[in-house]
């Protein structure tokens, strides 16, 4: 019969990744800062850029060729507008840490520690 509460042996490969993760959520409340700062930035060069496009079509005079501007740079601006809501989006909804990611290093510490009970225990 096999003893079905035996401790987990990692992989070199999977303490790396097992640190990278700690890593991860030692640094998050720096990161979400980050990502609301490049968000309101991205929104702000983008949203400037989009209100000139505005602009320049309000003033269009007929024969006037705009339309390489608002195809060239309207992309662009959606593109960046996505990417700031993604990154708000994101900050929000981490914004005490990944939940995922704390409960697995929180099981792993537990089962680092049972591990050490017992190997004091033989």
């Known amino acids: ?6 401790p987990m042996q990692f992989t070199a490969q999977e303490m790396k990744l097992i640190d990278r993760m700690r890593k991860q959520e030692r640094r998050w409340p720096r990161t979400r800062w980050i990502l609301l700062v490049v968000a309101a930035f991205s929104l702000a060069v983008y949203g400037y850029i989009a209100a000139q496009i505005v602009i320049k079509l309000e003033s269009v005079q007929p024969g006037d060729d705009s339309t390489f501007m608002v195809a060239f740079f ?3 601006c959606l593109l ?3 990417f700031a809501a993604w990154f ?10 990944n939940v ?11 089962q680092l520690k049972e ?8």
């Open 100 to 110: 995922q990611r704390m409960l697995l290093l929180r099981l792993l510490d537990a």
């Open 115 to 122: 591990r050490g009970k017992d190997e004091n225990v033989d």
């Open 74 to 76: 309207w992309p662009k």
């Open 1 to 6: 019969m096999t003893n079905s509460h035996a």
């Open 88 to 97: 708000i989006a994101w900050a929000i909804r981490d914004w005490h840490g």
């Open 80 to 82: 960046g507008f996505c």
